[in-house]
Every structure is written in C-alpha cells, then in structure tokens.
C-alpha cells in the first residue's frame, strides 16, 4: 500500500475503464472536499478555535460556525481590525493544534473507505481537494487507509486562491485528464459548493452533522451519505 506522503502532488495513472453517465457525459472522476465530507471535522474545528480565543479573553454567546471556511477569513472574522494582533493569534493556533490534535480516527466518515473502494472498483478516478494544510490531508489519507484508490490530492496552500476560487479543483482535473463536465464534485459547505460550481464540474453536498448549518442551496443536489454518489453514476 502507497503510504500518504506518495500521494503529494502525484498522479496516479489508472485509466478509469468503467465509467458512468449523468445525463450524456460521462462520470469519469469524483472529486472530494475533505473536512465535513470524509472527516466529520468542521463542529470540532468550531469548538477546539474558541476554546482557544477564550484563553485569550474573547466571550463567545454562541459558537460562531465558520465551515468551509479558509485561514485567512477566520482570522480577519475574529479580529478585523488588528493585523498585528490578529498574527499572534494566528500562530498562537497552529501551537494550540498541535496540543489538541484533530482524533480523525473518531471522527473519520465510516462510508469513506467503502464507498471510495467501490468508485475505484468501477474505474472511477478519485481525487481529494481540500483546503487544508498537506500534512493534515496526508494523515486523513493515512488513517482512512485510501492510498491505494486515490489518484490525486491537493492542499489549498498549493493554489494561489482558495475557495471559492475554481483554481483547486480545476488543477486536480487537469491532473487526472478530464473535462469539468465528467466530474461529480462532493462538498459541504458553501464556498466549496461555488468553487465546484464555478469549475463546471456537477456538485453534491454532503448533508452536515447535527449543529453544523450551512447553506447549500447552490448544489446541484443534497446528499444523506457518500453511498448515494454511486447512484448519480448511472
């Protein structure tokens, strides 16, 4: 089995031999967002990232929901104003992160393994386009043991725009050599939505864990589980 530090920036050349259809086109590739799609990441996010900033003396009614967003936006939300502040926070984090890792083995979507093995039974070629930092993607990789049916994956930090910007998912199929037409997007939250969107691709969102609202009024369809991507293959 590839090891989750094969997968950066590597393709995989599997020619997908069984592909299937929506509507004319053929599904060729499926393309996932990470956290709240195959990681049930984004309320701990929430919480773990207030937790923090009440050490530092900021009083919370109610637990802002920031998913879906990037690291730039989150920091600008908490403090518009300071940017010298808003920097010593920012790196004060990433030491809080390591102290209170993300438990991805408890909050790992059990449908991700399967689901990902049966779209690489039927030659469907299968990236991960997530916004989150490389380390963090390859240990996702890793825990969820996907290596070996992956094709692709790429951070946020190597586009030079985040979502809702197209650049992370257009990158990923021009790696694996298909056209945004033959591709189902699977996403969460609605920036990522509006990056599928905007790249072409057909988007379905993954209906959020209880507590977690977003809107995802911009998807072409809403999904209750990673098993019904199977059923928009044809």
């Not at 890792?101 to 979507?109: A, F, I, S």
């Not at 993954?206 to 809403?222: I, N, T, Y």
Request: glycine share 8%.
């Amino acid at each position: 089995r590839l090891h989750s530090q094969q997968l950066e920036g590597r393709v995989f050349g599997r020619a997908p031999s069984c592909a299937r259809k929506f509507g004319v086109v053929m599904v060729r590739a499926v393309l996932f967002d990470m956290d709240g799609v195959l990681v049930d990441t984004e309320w701990f996010y929430n919480r773990r990232r207030c937790a923090y900033l009440e050490e530092h003396g900021f009083v919370f009614d109610e637990i802002p929901d920031l998913s879906g967003s990037n690291e730039t936006a989150i920091w600008e939300f908490f403090v518009p104003d300071d940017p010298v502040r808003r920097e010593e926070l920012r790196l004060g984090y990433r030491d809080y992160q390591k102290a209170h890792p993300v438990p991805y083995g408890e909050l790992l979507n059990q449908d991700t393994k399967p689901v990902m093995e049966e779209l690489h039974g039927r030659g469907v070629l299968q990236a991960i386009a997530s916004s989150s930092y490389r380390s963090l993607i390859n240990e996702l990789v890793e825990i969820a043991d996907v290596a070996n049916v992956l094709d692709y994956t790429v951070s946020g930090h190597e586009c030079s725009a985040f979502k809702p910007d197209p650049e992370i998912y257009l990158r990923a199929m021009g790696q694996l050599g298909v056209e945004p037409g033959e591709c189902l997007v699977i996403e969460d939250s609605p920036l990522g939505i509006e990056a599928g969107k905007r790249s072409g691709a057909r988007v379905l969102a993954l209906k959020p864990h209880e507590g977690v609202h977003l809107d995802q009024s911009g998807a072409d369809m809403v999904i209750d589980s990673l098993w019904d991507i199977l059923d928009e293959l044809g």
